[in-house]
């Protein structure tokens, strides 16, 4: 089965601290992972994805990630926080082949804080 | 407009009684989702349908029931509500490069 643990359910920096929020995940089949913001009161968006392309990957508003098949790590990164940045970030992982294709499993989530 | 809404927004409802939270989507999409968010619980998958007539259970099916007659119509519901199932619902649909698309939730309070 798959799951997700993020580590950290809140995380503060100041406005043009570095970014890291973690991520490790289990699973039994190579996955896919995912990174989705959530702001208040809104849907989930999708930051990023790795789908067995290049380890590295780049999202929107200069979050990147990178696939460590040894550690079972997908840390999200951003090199110099801001402000816009404050939300929740949530961690998935989905099977890449079988009938449970396209499920995700989520982690609980990590609430970003930035500091003025 | 192109996308996937939710509807209602936000209801308040009494124990007991049966809700249906609906979902549509335009883009034809085969799959899809409901989760729900809860304080500490992150999203957990309710249903989950591949296509039209057929619906599958997730990691928390209980006290829900889903249909889907049409690709583009995926509605839930809750046919006894308890206050347990006060939540935030999502609704998602999986396009082609396996990227999940979120309507805007349905926010249920069960009194």
């Known amino acids: 089965a798959q799951s997700v643990t993020q580590l950290g359910s809140h995380v503060s920096v100041s406005e043009g601290a570095l970014v890291l929020l973690r991520c490790n995940y289990s699973?039994?089949?190579?996955?896919?992972l995912f990174w989705y913001v959530q702001y208040p009161n809104q849907g989930l968006q999708l930051l990023l994805k790795?789908?067995?392309?290049?380890?590295l990957v780049k999202g929107i508003n200069g979050f990147e990630a990178e696939f460590k098949k040894s550690e079972t790590s997908f840390h999200l990164t951003k090199p110099s926080a801001h402000m816009s940045d404050a939300a929740e970030y949530f961690c998935?992982?989905?099977?890449?082949?079988?009938?449970?294709?396209?499920?995700?499993?989520f982690g609980r989530g990590t609430q970003l804080t930035v500091w003025p | 407009d192109a996308g996937i809404t939710q509807s209602p927004r936000y209801k308040i409802t009494e124990t007991g009684r049966q809700v249906t939270l609906m979902c549509h989507q335009t883009?034809?999409?085969?799959?899809m989702f409901w989760y729900r968010q809860d304080l500490g619980h992150g999203l957990r998958l309710i249903y989950y349908?591949?296509?039209?007539?057929?619906?599958d259970k997730g990691e928390v099916p209980d006290g829900y029931v889903v249909s889907r007659s049409k690709t583009e119509n995926f509605p839930l519901t809750l046919e006894s509500a308890t206050r347990s199932q006060t939540s935030v619902y999502f609704c998602?649909?999986?396009?082609?490069?396996?990227?999940?698309?979120f309507g805007p939730g349905t926010r249920l309070t069960v009194t």
């Open positions: 998935a992982v989905s099977d890449s082949r079988g009938s449970t294709l396209g499920r995700l499993y």
């Open positions: 699973s039994s089949v190579p996955p896919y």
């Open positions: 790795y789908t067995s392309a290049a380890t």
């Open positions: 883009w034809s999409h085969s799959y």
């Open positions: 349908s591949a296509a039209a007539d057929i619906t």
């Open positions: 998602a649909t999986l396009d082609s490069s396996y990227e999940q698309y």
